[in-house]
């Protein structure tokens, strides 16, 4: 499945909602691209002095990856992202779900 619109939900504490939507020009189906229209759409509500109380992305406007045609580019940029996340989700599979993390959630101060 591709998405052709992607949405960014903020609740704030006072319990104000915004939410914003991109459609994109290519549909996309990795999480990287999604999440580079969610920051994208994040920084065009600039700043605001509240907390958040929720924040919410969903994709929209979804269609079967094999009846949408994806324009093709040259240094398969997209397809490196949506390789890697094949790989991490066949790893997960095999050896679970703690098997990949962050490695900003590594400890890093006590060796291995």
Do not use: C
């Not at 406007?61 to 996340?85: F, G, I, K, P």
């Amino acid at each position: 499945m591709v998405a052709r619109t992607v949405a960014l939900k903020i609740r704030y504490a006072d319990f104000s909602t915004i939410t914003r939507s991109r459609t994109v020009h290519t549909p996309v189906d990795s999480a990287q691209l999604i999440y580079a229209v969610a920051i994208q759409l994040l920084e065009s509500l600039g700043s605001r002095p509240m907390t958040v109380r929720l924040v919410g992305i969903r994709a929209e406007q979804l269609e079967d990856t094999a009846h949408t045609s994806l324009q093709l580019s040259l240094d398969r940029r997209d397809d490196n992202w949506r390789a890697a996340e094949q790989a991490l989700d066949e790893v997960s599979r095999k050896f679970g779900s703690k098997s990949v993390l962050p490695a900003s959630l590594l400890d890093s101060g006590k060796g291995s």
